[in-house]
């Protein structure tokens, strides 16, 4: 599922993160992003739901870990549009994008490149059954 900046993507959400973070207008960085939901595009007048584009919510976002500043920024305001490049799921959910590059001259740009690791985020909901590896690579048993 891509998923793309919406109406209802929440952007503020992402911008005030990014704020939190330090991070700067101009700068290029790379770092770690946690709770970026994923939704189905909603249904509309003439198309029934697209299971294969989706939404991204940053309403349920933590705070941004900062792992490199690629480039320096210049110290204006930041950009107050988003673009999300390269985020592809394989259904609906939540994730955490770690080692993200997110350029911030002209748009705010979260790029999931190949140095990008896309983890789903279990919730309190999902059962964890036998046989199944959690996050510390041990098997649950």
């Not at 700067?24 to 584009?53: C, S, T, Y």
Request: hydrophobic content about 40%.
């Amino acid at each position: 599922m891509e998923a793309r900046v919406t109406g209802y993507s929440q952007v503020e959400r992402l911008r005030e993160r990014v704020e939190q973070a330090e991070v700067q207008h101009g700068q290029e960085i790379r770092a770690d992003l946690p709770g970026i939901r994923v939704m189905a595009l909603a249904r509309n007048w003439f198309a029934a739901r697209d299971n294969r584009k989706g939404e991204v919510l940053f309403c349920t976002m933590g705070p941004i870990r900062v792992r490199k500043v690629a480039s320096p920024g210049d110290g204006l305001p930041l950009p107050t549009t988003v673009v999300v490049e390269g985020l592809d799921v394989p259904s609906a959910g939540t994730y955490d994008l770690l080692d993200a590059l997110v350029q911030s001259n002209g748009d705010l740009r979260l790029i999931v490149d190949d140095a990008t690791r896309v983890v789903p985020v279990a919730t309190e909901r999902q059962v964890v059954t036998e046989g199944q590896i959690d996050w510390v690579g041990t098997d649950i048993r």
